[in-house]
Nanobody, 125 residues
């Protein structure tokens, strides 16, 4: 599975960005996909995830502001980010897993083992 992100950039606080992740290869094996982010000096954190059945997960820090979605006809994952804040500044990574998942039970298939190269999001104050 190959993952390629796009859509990052520089935006002012309160603005919006939409990240995209194009998937290719053995995508039939994917059970869940997600977006991680890592800020300098901080651990990588799972921001949002979506199962093949459409169940979703959001970190508390982005609930109500970010929306994860997928277009299976285009093999593309999206992350719509609204009301961006300076602390959202980070490298954002698309990731996927072939492991079994159960979002209802809080099992999001971690750790993910397919990764994109990342796209930088910078939010200025």
């Amino acid at each position: 599975v190959q993952l390629v992100e796009s859509g990052g950039g520089l935006v002012q606080a309160g603005g919006s960005l939409r990240l995209s992740c194009a998937a290719s290869g053995s995508i039939f094996s994917i059970n869940a996909m997600g977006w991680y982010r890592q800020a300098p000096g901080k651990e990588r954190e799972l921001v949002a995830a979506i199962s093949s059945g459409g169940s979703t997960y959001y970190a508390d820090s982005v609930k109500g502001r970010f929306t994860i979605s997928r277009d299976d006809t285009k093999n593309t994952l999206y992350l719509q980010m609204n009301s961006l804040k300076p602390y959202d500044t980070a490298m954002y990574y698309c990731a996927a897993t072939s492991a079994s998942v159960s979002f209802d039970r809080g099992d999001y298939g971690l750790p993910y083992h397919y990764w994109g190269q990342g796209t930088q999001v910078t939010v200025s104050s």
